[in-house]
């Protein structure tokens, strides 16, 4: 195995299975990649960013690492915290949207840093919807604003390579939590 620089390594949303629907693939216990739950259909999974690909990083492969499941997702969120990927914050019509790179626009959910002026620039309580691994919609909780995140959700979700939740999901203190709208 080639050596793994561990700051390459960032985390990844993806949809879980619903309980009772079998899997496609059965990996073995060490060929499974290493995962935390998030909220509602979602957890976050961790990768090596190499280039054109994001390779899973596995339970045998965080064995090798010499790292536990919290040092992981500790070094994971502070990869994407510290990234120099340039974010931006757009606006919509009764939202805004998030464009990092292509790939880490859901997992900008963990990137501490933002929210604070995210929900400055939305005045009060922060929605977000992560429709696909590239999209990161957010609103406040108004209900026209609501209405607005749930539609464009709606509309991605149809269109896209990778889809991950239609679910929405609000910031609660660092963390989010299902959202029932």
């Known amino acids: 195995m080639e050596p793994i620089d561990v700051k390459t390594i960032y985390p990844r949303l993806k949809a879980v299975l619903p309980r009772g629907v079998p ?4 990996l073995s216990a060490d060929d499974s990649p290493v995962s935390s739950p998030f909220a509602g259909d979602l957890s976050i999974f961790y990768a090596i960013d190499k280039g054109p690909i994001y390779e899973f990083i596995s339970e045998k492969t965080l064995r ?3 790292l536990s ?3 992981l997702h500790r070094l994971a969120v502070d990869n994407l915290t510290e990234t120099e990927k340039e974010i931006r914050l757009h606006k919509g019509d009764n939202f805004f949207f998030v464009i990092c790179d292509g790939n880490l626009e859901a997992t900008l959910v963990l990137h501490e840093g933002i ?3 995210v929900s400055e620039q939305i005045g009060g309580d922060v929605l977000v919807s992560v429709p696909a691994r590239d999209l990161l919609l957010i609103s406040g909780t108004k209900k026209a604003e609501i209405s607005a995140l749930k539609k464009k959700a709606c509309e991605c979700i149809e269109k896209v390579d990778h889809p991950l939740s239609l679910k929405l999901f609000l910031r609660i203190g660092n963390g989010w939590k299902e959202y029932d709208a």
Request: charge should be negative.
């Open 23 to 26: 899997a496609d693939v059965v």
């Open 69 to 71: 499941k919290e040092e």
């Open 64 to 66: 090798l690492l010499t």
């Open 115 to 117: 929210w604070d002026y």
